[in-house]
């Protein structure tokens, strides 16, 4: 009697144990399936856009993101944050989307990302950044970024010199030029000082037309463009800016004055020029660097790349409003003709 009890206990004390190890087991595979199972959170913050019409770049970022085999929705979710105007609540968006915990932030305006830099060393961020991001200290190296911050580079300095050359190809005559920007914005800071320098090396007269703040006085900016009786004008892209594009084109369109713009989506919205990287094939690369990071890659170990094509975009229809005649030879070395 006395070993079939202690056979009983060691029994039922195996039974006991196999449970208790199954049950772990069921347990662990659930946890594992919640994990495998949770949706990435992409937090996005574009250049340009709003909610009613979020624009080419969030298209385009989309389209790669389905093209890589991610469903909206499903496979992956994007909380989107779009900058209307004035600037000054850019660092809040960002501060919603760090309290969401998303995966990885991607950042176009220029203060979004320095707003993303000084309050997350451990969030991956995607950024499309309108400076030299060495120069402005966001990455050790376009090669080697170190720290949790990648992505790409938009515009070079000698883009700046280039559209004054184009310009000046354009309007041979021209000697008196106006540059409209935001002085608040850190991006546009930095190309008003490239323009100031390419500006000195085509001896032209520079005049700076400055908008600030909620309510831009941007009447008060087209008079002195006219007063100053400028050749041509170039227009400094942020979100201040692409806020009141529509005025801006309109006013060019009117006073017959030929503009450059930073991005060739104003010429694809009725101006007449632009010189860029190619916006397009940026967004679809930074969807290629969230795949990349949530597939476990480091940002640190991705390089920051700069647009391997640079599109130059005319508006004919523009150049004819305001009775100008593209040359032949300028005409020739157009990426895309808008007629």
């Known amino acids: 009697m006395g070993n079939d009890s202690r056979d009983e206990k060691a029994t039922t004390h195996i039974v006991i144990c196999l449970g208790i190890g199954a049950l772990l087991l069921v347990l662990c595979g659930l946890a594992q399936a919640q994990q495998q199972s949770k949706v990435p959170l992409i937090g996005f913050i574009p250049l340009a856009g709003d909610p009613s019409n979020p624009g080419p770049h969030v298209q385009a970022f989309r389209q790669r993101l389905r093209e890589l085999g991610y469903n909206e929705g499903k496979d992956i979710k994007i909380e989107y944050r779009f900058v209307v105007g ?27 990302i320095n707003a993303a830099k000084k309050s997350t060393r451990t969030i991956p961020i995607v950024m499309i950044s309108s400076i030299d991001p060495v120069a402005a200290g966001h990455v050790v190296s376009l090669a080697h970024p170190g720290g949790n911050l990648t992505g790409f580079s938009q515009l070079g300095r000698e883009l700046s010199a280039k559209r004054v050359e184009l310009l000046k190809e354009i309007i041979p005559r021209m000697s008196r030029l106006g540059i409209i920007w935001d002085s608040q914005g850190p991006g546009p800071k930095v190309a008003f000082k490239e323009y100031q320098s390419a500006a000195r090396l085509f001896n032209l007269d520079l005049q700076s037309l400055e908008l600030s703040g909620l309510n831009p006085d941007l009447e008060g900016a087209f008079k002195a463009l006219k007063m100053g009786r400028r050749d041509a004008l170039i227009v400094v892209s942020n979100p201040l800016i692409r806020f009141h594009e529509k005025r801006i084109i309109e006013f060019a369109t ?5 503009s450059m713009y930073e991005d060739s989506s104003y010429v694809e919205d009725g101006g007449l020029l632009s010189y860029a990287g190619n916006t397009t094939e940026v967004y679809r690369g930074a969807a290629n660097y969230v795949d990349k990071i949530l597939k ?19 508006n004919l229809k523009a150049a004819k409003q305001i009775g100008l005649t593209i040359p032949p030879n300028v005409l020739a070395r157009a990426d895309k003709v808008i007629k």
């Open 296 to 314: 476990g890659a480091k940002p640190a170990d991705l390089p920051v790349e700069q647009p391997k094509k640079f599109d130059f975009v005319i």
């Open 254 to 258: 009117l006073e017959r004055v030929p």
């Open 86 to 112: 004035t600037l000054d609540h850019i660092p809040a968006l960002v501060d919603e989307l760090l309290q969401l915990r998303v995966d990885v932030l991607v950042l176009g305006p220029q203060p979004a």
